[in-house]
């Protein structure tokens, strides 16, 4: 058995700002996004993964949300530049990763999901990793989930 490695979803502070602007910006100037443009809604942010290794096999979701609530993980893939491009809707990855928990559900017992989606979701986020250093994405929360309530990470098996 090789070894595994564990790692976390960090929001990205500085990019979903500049996202915000952005959506401000058209908003102040009664602007139209650009035809095909994603804008970030409210109840979204920008998080990421740092690839420190590259040559990995997806192995599984660790996740934990308090309370009640939803939240989804949503993949852009590598054509985006931040810095440089707006992010347009072609550039999200599916399946998305979905989570939940609804009123009533036992906090000890484990959050909803739907299992092939991020099975599939998390094996190509480790061919997208063979490839980029980084990956971001977008996460949004519903139904009483707040980014304080959940963590989020990924094992991956390190390929030698």
């Excluded at 997806?58 to 009640?68: E, I």
């Excluded at 893939?77 to 009123?103: H, K, S, V, Y």
């Excluded at 017992?109 to 971001?136: H, N, S, T, W």
Aim: hydrophobic share 40%; with cysteine; glycine share 6%.
């Amino acid at each position: 058995m090789g070894s595994e490695i564990e790692l976390t979803f960090a929001e990205d502070l500085q990019l979903t700002e500049v996202m915000r602007l952005r959506v401000q910006s058209l908003q102040q100037k009664g602007q139209k996004r650009q035809d095909g443009e994603r804008l970030l809604l409210p109840h979204e942010s920008v998080y990421r993964l740092d690839f420190s290794q590259q040559d990995l096999t997806f192995s599984r979701w660790n996740v934990s949300l308090q309370g009640t609530g939803r939240f989804t993980v949503t993949g852009i893939c590598q054509l985006w530049t931040p810095d440089l491009t707006n992010l347009m809707t072609r550039q999200l990855l599916e399946p998305i990763g979905q989570f939940w928990r609804n009123a009533g559900d036992p906090e000890d017992l484990p959050i909803k999901c739907l299992e092939a989606d991020i099975q599939e979701f998390g094996e190509r986020i480790a061919e997208l990793a063979k490839v980029r250093k980084v990956m971001y994405f977008l996460f949004a929360f519903k139904e009483g989930a707040t980014k304080e309530k959940i963590s989020c990470s990924l094992t991956f098996n390190i390929n030698n």
